[in-house]
């Protein structure tokens, strides 16, 4: 082992470089403006309650696939994560690349919202953006993309819906919630989500946040913001680091009734796997979905581990099944460059493929 070099000279010039880092960094900080949300233009299309449907401006020139996709996002943290900057956009690259694009932003639930359960969200906001998109567009089906928790919801809206949906696309979806290297859910079985949610009402965001951030504390909590001091220096690099600092604590309340279903039926009960999911009083079965279905997951995702979204496999009747993997992880499929060169472009040859 080479010993740690810690002579005083040494010492002395990395405390002046971190000061000099530091002293150029707060300027840098006193200088930043108003961290924006979602950098690509938009229009809101549909609202109703907290919802904003959104439809997206296409990319100058090209042709534009006749299909929309829409995206369902997770109820968890906000949607513009796939839009986070201009050089690393999924919504960016996948306009770019000819979708017509719609995305679902929940907004921030509050009291009046605690007794949504998930046959609202599902069966009504969805299915009712579904339709609007549907109208717009005058197809009778369209294509969906699912992320995260928006993925486990547009599995049950199209074992639900099937005939409105043309291809389902899934990102970063955990599917099998009881995988042994499944830290959350292994915290998860032993909550009295009853007595949680009889208390509180709604779930406060910022518990949930700190529970995902508790999940690798280290890197989450310490590491970055030693790492930072490299940043400051550079405007548009902080600039960077802000956005994701936040929309990591940008984290909406969940609707307390919502929450306790998804946590009793899925994590708890294992529903996709084992059976027994009823919505709106119909039964989720997965064997119901036979549309083309293409399985997009990060290979190093502490969140959804690979084989909790790898599980889909086999468990629908489609006969038209992909996986795509990505060498990264649950946020790094959307913000690193690599990702965006690979992930959107595959997403919409595949979608294009299927017409």
Same mark, same amino acid.
């Given at each position: ?16 470089? %971190? ?6 960094? &707060?300027? =840098? /900080? ?9 950098? +690509? #233009? ?114 049950? %809206? ?6 409105? &949906?043309? =291809? /389902? ?9 009881? +995988? #042994? ?122 969140? &959804? ?51």
């Amino acid at each position: 082992m080479q010993p740690i070099d810690i002579r005083p000279d040494r010492l002395a010039k990395e405390m002046a470089d %971190y000061s000099r880092k530091l002293g150029k960094g &707060v300027g =840098n /900080l006193l200088k930043s403006e108003r961290i924006d949300t979602g950098v +690509t #233009p938009k229009e809101a299309v549909y609202r109703e309650d907290k919802l904003t449907l959104y439809r997206y401006v296409g990319a100058a020139g090209g042709k534009q696939h006749p299909v929309p996709l829409l995206i369902v996002y997770a109820l968890v943290n906000r949607p513009y994560m796939t839009d986070i900057q201009e050089d690393r956009s999924t919504v960016r690259n996948l306009l770019a690349e000819g979708q017509d694009l719609y995305l679902i932003d929940w907004g921030y639930p509050d009291e009046a919202d605690s007794c949504l359960d998930l046959d609202d969200y599902i069966n009504g906001y969805i299915d009712r953006c579904v339709d609007v998109v549907r109208a717009a567009s005058g197809q009778p089906k369209i294509n969906i993309l699912g992320i995260c928790q928006g993925g486990a919801f547009s599995l049950c %809206y199209t074992a639900l819906h099937q005939q409105k &949906v043309k =291809n /389902l696309v899934t990102m970063v979806t955990p599917v099998d919630f009881r +995988t #042994p290297n499944n830290l959350l859910s292994a915290w998860v079985q032993q909550i009295d989500i009853d007595l949680l949610v009889d208390t509180l009402g709604n779930v406060p965001g910022e518990l949930l946040n700190w529970t995902f951030l508790s999940l690798k504390p280290f890197s989450l909590t310490g590491q970055k913001y030693v790492d930072m001091v490299d940043l400051l220096e550079d405007e548009a690099k902080l600039k960077n680091f802000l956005r994701m600092e936040k929309w990591i604590f940008d984290s909406p309340d969940q609707a307390g009734e919502a929450f306790r279903q998804f946590v009793q039926n899925f994590f708890q009960r294992n529903g996709f796997v084992n059976g027994g999911i009823r919505i709106g009083g119909r039964e989720v079965d997965l064997r119901t979905i036979d549309c083309p279905l293409l399985n997009v997951y990060g290979e190093q995702d502490h969140l &959804v581990p690979p084989e909790a979204s790898r599980a889909l496999a086999g468990l629908t009747s489609s006969r038209d099944y992909s996986e795509l993997a990505f060498p990264g992880g649950h946020i790094g499929i959307y913000v690193s460059g690599k990702a965006q060169k690979s992930i959107p472009p595959a997403i919409a040859a595949w979608l294009r493929a299927r017409g």
